[in-house]
C-alpha cells in the first residue's frame, strides 16, 4: 500500500506533456524510417534476382540467335557428325562433345574420391599442428591461373606421362580385352587422359574443400557416441560423417563437375586440339571450351563462326542438365531424411 501523498512515475508521467506527445512522434517517425528502408532492401534484393534472371535469358538468347544459322543447315546431324572442315565448311560437334564428357569423367573419377580422402584425413585424422598448413595448399591450387596449369601441363607434365605412365600403361593393358582399346596408339604425352589428369588437379580443391567443411559441421556427440560402440574410424566416417554430410558433399562433386565442364585454357595446352573421336583415351581429342577458344579467331564465313557459337550452347545445354539433375538428386535426398 502506498503512503498518502505519493504517486507512482506511471501517474507523474500521464500528466507531463512529454510523455504523452513527443515518443509517440518519435515512435512514428522510427517506425516509417525502418518501413522504408525494409522496402528499399526488400526491392534490391529483388531487383538482384531479376537481373540474374535477365542476363541469363540474354545469353541463351543470343546463344540461340548466333547458332540458328549452322543449326539450321546441318540439324540434328550436327550432334552426331564428326566431321570439322572449315575448308568444305562441313561441320559437327560431335568431338568436342565426347572429349568434354570424357575428359570431364577421367578428372572426376579421380578427383573425387582422392578429394573425399583428404577431407576425411584432415578432420578426422591429421595432427592440429597439419591441419591448417594443409588446408592453405588445397586452397591454393584453386587459385592457381588455369594457363599456368596448362603450360606446366604441356612442358613438364605431358613430357613425364610420354616417358612413364603413357608407356606403362600401355605394355600392362595392351593384351587385354577392351582395356587395349582405352591404351591404344603411340604416347604422344598430350592427349584426353593428360587433360583428365590436369582437369582432375584443378578441381580437386573444390571438392576437398567443400567436403572439409561439411566434414567440420558434423555434432562430435554423433561421433563419439559411434566410438563408444566400438566403431572404428573408417566405421565412423562410412556409417555417420557421410550419411550426415552427403547434401553438402554432392553439392561439391557438382561444382567441381561444372569447372571440368568449361574449362578452357588447360584443357587447350595438352589435349591435342584433333578433332576426332577415339576410344583410345591417351589419343589427341579436343574439347568444346578448347575448339571454341582455338578457333573462333580464325572462324569467317557465317557457318564457321555458327558452329562455334552453336558449341557454347551444346555447352550451355549440358552444364544446364548436370545441374539441374544435381538438384532434384539434392531434393530427392531432403525429402528423404525429412
Not at 160 to 185: K, M, R, T
Request: glycine content about 10%; proline content about 6%.
Amino acid at each position: 500500500m502506498e503512503p498518502a501523498g505519493r504517486r507512482t512515475v506511471a501517474d507523474l508521467a500521464l500528466q507531463t506533456d512529454a510523455i504523452g506527445t513527443r515518443p509517440a512522434a518519435d515512435r512514428s517517425r522510427v517506425l516509417a524510417k525502418l518501413k522504408f528502408s525494409d522496402l528499399a532492401f526488400h526491392g534490391l534484393t529483388r531487383a538482384a534476382a531479376i537481373l540474374v534472371l535477365l542476363l541469363l535469358s540474354g545469353v541463351i538468347i543470343s546463344l540461340i540467335i548466333g547458332s540458328w544459322p549452322a543449326l539450321s543447315k546441318f540439324g540434328p546431324g550436327f550432334l552426331v557428325s564428326e566431321r570439322w572442315n572449315p575448308v568444305t565448311e562441313n561441320f559437327g560437334a560431335l568431338a568436342p562433345i565426347y572429349g568434354t564428357l570424357v575428359t570431364s569423367f577421367i578428372a572426376m573419377l579421380i578427383a573425387v574420391p582422392v578429394g573425399l580422402m583428404i577431407a576425411m584425413f584432415l578432420t578426422e585424422l591429421c595432427p592440429q599442428f597439419l591441419r591448417r598448413p594443409i588446408g592453405i595448399a588445397i586452397e591454393l591450387l584453386a587459385g592457381i591461373p588455369s594457363i599456368i596449369y596448362g603450360i606446366w601441363g604441356l612442358f613438364v607434365f605431358a613430357p613425364f606421362l610420354q616417358d612413364s605412365l603413357q608407356p606403362f600403361l600401355i605394355s600392362v593393358f595392351g593384351n587385354v580385352p577392351v582395356l587395349s582399346a582405352l591404351f591404344e596408339g603411340p604416347p604422344y604425352g598430350i592427349g584426353m587422359l593428360t587433360a583428365g589428369l590436369i582437369l582432375a588437379i584443378m578441381v580437386l580443391p573444390f571438392v576437398t574443400s567443400i567436403s572439409r567443411d561439411v566434414f567440420s559441421a558434423v555434432p562430435p556427440v554423433l561421433k563419439e557416441a559411434a566410438y563408444g560402440l566400438g566403431c572404428t574410424t573408417w566405421e565412423v566416417a562410412r556409417h555417420v560423417v557421410l550419411p550426415y554430410t552427403r547434401v553438402g558433399v554432392i553439392g561439391g562433386i557438382m561444382l567441381g563437375l561444372g569447372r571440368a565442364l568449361g574449362e578452357t585454357m588447360a584443357v587447350t595446352f595438352v589435349i591435342g586440339n584433333a578433332h576426332k573421336v577415339s576410344a583410345s583415351i591417351i589419343a589427341p581429342g579436343t574439347t568444346i571450351s578448347a575448339t571454341i577458344a582455338n578457333e573462333f579467331t580464325e572462324a569467317v564465313g557465317d557457318i564457321y563462326t555458327s558452329s562455334l557459337i552453336a558449341l557454347g550452347l551444346i555447352l550451355f545445354v549440358i552444364t544446364f542438365i548436370v545441374l539441374s539433375f544435381a538438384r532434384y538428386l539434392l531434393l530427392r535426398i531432403e525429402r528423404r531424411i525429412g
